[in-house]
């Protein structure tokens, strides 16, 4: 079975920094690529940043310049450093990772549990 650990979430002033952990276990043959995703109350689920097992990053305009994501195959773990941080950033973030079971198999779509990221004075 294939999981996703989440860790780094938290209460944060305006202007703060968090750091977001995500952790892939389990038995799969390959993640073609990990990402993170948010979803404000009311709102929908939206990209944050994602990034491919070569390390191309892909973020969205409202973090941009803000955010950094990277990645370490080796241990199945990226991170989202996320700085300057602004009261509408706050939301449920989730860890997704696109896997592979088998090689034999299409990769299909993960999910963490998700983390709190509240940014509030």
């Known amino acids: 079975q294939v999981q996703l650990v989440e860790s780094g979430g938290g209460l944060v002033q305006p202007g703060g920094s968090l750091r977001l952990s995500c952790a892939a276990s389990?038995?799969?043959?390959?993640?073609?690529?990990m990402g993170w995703y948010r979803q404000a109350p009311g709102k929908q689920r939206e990209l944050v940043a994602t990034?491919?097992?070569?390390?191309?990053?892909n973020y969205a305009d409202s973090v941009k310049g803000r955010c950094t994501m990277s990645r370490d195959n080796a241990k199945n773990t990226v991170v989202l450093q996320m700085n300057s941080l602004k009261p509408e950033d706050t939301a449920v973030y989730y860890c997704?990772?696109?896997?592979?079971?088998?090689?034999?198999?299409?990769?299909?779509?993960?999910w963490g549990q998700g983390t709190q990221v509240t940014v509030s004075s």
């Open positions: 997704n990772a696109r896997i592979k079971p088998k090689v034999w198999l299409p990769a299909y779509d993960y």
């Open positions: 389990g038995s799969f043959f390959s993640i073609t690529a």
């Open positions: 990034i491919t097992s070569g390390g191309a990053t």
